[in-house]
């Protein structure tokens, strides 16, 4: 069964959700260590996952002072360790390094670093990758002006500048951000992607054109309700012929929750998939997903809750009622504390608990933590 699709503009602004997936249940265990003894931790949370019968996982998230994960774990049944992350801390709080294990791919050792500004921005980005053939090196470089907006991001591979992206602020109404591609850094921009911010918040267009006028890619975004953010419809047109060639539309609840969102794969007018989700006080505590355009198939998210924890998220199939998946949650940590590791191999719950994919605001569009794999 493929995920459904999520076809956006990037790298401007849209988040993209891969179907990820857990590490093989034959793959050599990373070598292990004691998990509980992590310098500076102070409470965990766990999760227990497992995928049909086959697969048993935990995962443990150690926190230090101020809520910051230092270490998380996913161990088999048998408490080998199959996947690992380790981050730093600035004096601040800022998260500084990583570390990551994984048996998953064939670069098993990776380590980041980020660098800080005096305004609290990331200002450069590095990666490390150590593969059996040899280390690979990768560095990302951002750079703002004296207005604060973003103004560059220049990209490294092995110490060799790769690509440059340049951001433009163009006034108007709609507000438009132009951001322009130049492979190899010598000045030429091959492609530029824009946005359009109605009153200079929410995005209502995002083109891909090529720089000889090709328009490659176009995506429209109607609201029923623009002051709230509230999107109705998302076109699709792949190949510029102004036609649409997948269709989104969302529906909404009075207190602001998207309860519907239909899928036209094709852009000819035929539902293919939905999506259903029901809250219980504002919490989301069911996905209904049905697919037609694959036979015709069912799949149902359930969520538990405690309070405003989540409990259980359990994912099945509706016609055989057969368990997919489970992830169980326990919390030994008093505060409400991030789970955000999203990297992780088990951490699909996300995907099952979101119900809008899309970064629509303006003020979103550079909010997010700059993570690498």
Known sequence: MRCLRRLVLLPLAFGALGCGGPAAADSLPVEDEDEDVVPGAVCTNRI???????????????????????????????????????????????????TVEDVRFSTPHREMIWEWDDQDRVVRAAYLSSKPEGDARSESRFFFDAAGNHERDE???????????????????????????????????????????????????????????EQVVTEDFLYEDLAAGRLSRRDFDADGDGQ???????????????????????????????????????????RTWDVFDQGTQKYITDVTWSGWRIERVARRDAPTGQVIETWIFSYGCVEDLPMDVPIAP???????????????????????????L
Do not use: C
């Not at 539309?249 to 602001?256: I, L, P, Q, T």
């Not at 608990?353 to 970064?359: G, K, Q, S």
């Open 244 to 286: 649409p060639d997948y269709v989104d539309r969302f529906f909404w609840n009075e207190s602001g929750g998207i309860t519907r969102v239909e899928y036209d794969t094709k852009g000819d007018g035929v539902l293919d998939q939905s999506i259903d989700f029901e809250y219980d006080a504002g919490r989301l505590v069911r």
């Open 48 to 98: 227990e996952y497992q995928l049909d019968e086959a697969l048993r996982l935990t995962a443990v998230y150690h926190y230090g002072e101020g809520g910051r994960v230092l270490q998380y774990a996913e161990r088999t049944a048998e408490g080998k360790r199959v996947f690992l992350v380790k981050r730093g801390y600035d004096a601040q709080g800022r998260r500084t390094t990583q």
């Open 346 to 372: 088990i951490q699909g719950f996300r995907y099952e608990l979101m119900t809008n994919p899309f970064v629509l605001h303006f003020g979103e569009r550079w909010s997010r933590f700059p993570e690498m």
């Open 155 to 213: 990209f490294f591979e092995d110490g060799v500048l790769s690509r440059v992206m340049r951001y433009r602020y163009l006034g108007g109404e709609p507000f438009v951000l132009e951001a322009g591609w130049d492979d190899g850094g010598d000045g030429t921009e091959e492609h530029v992607y824009r946005q359009f911010y109605a009153a200079g918040q929410w995005v209502v267009k995002g083109e891909h054109v090529y720089m000889n006028g």
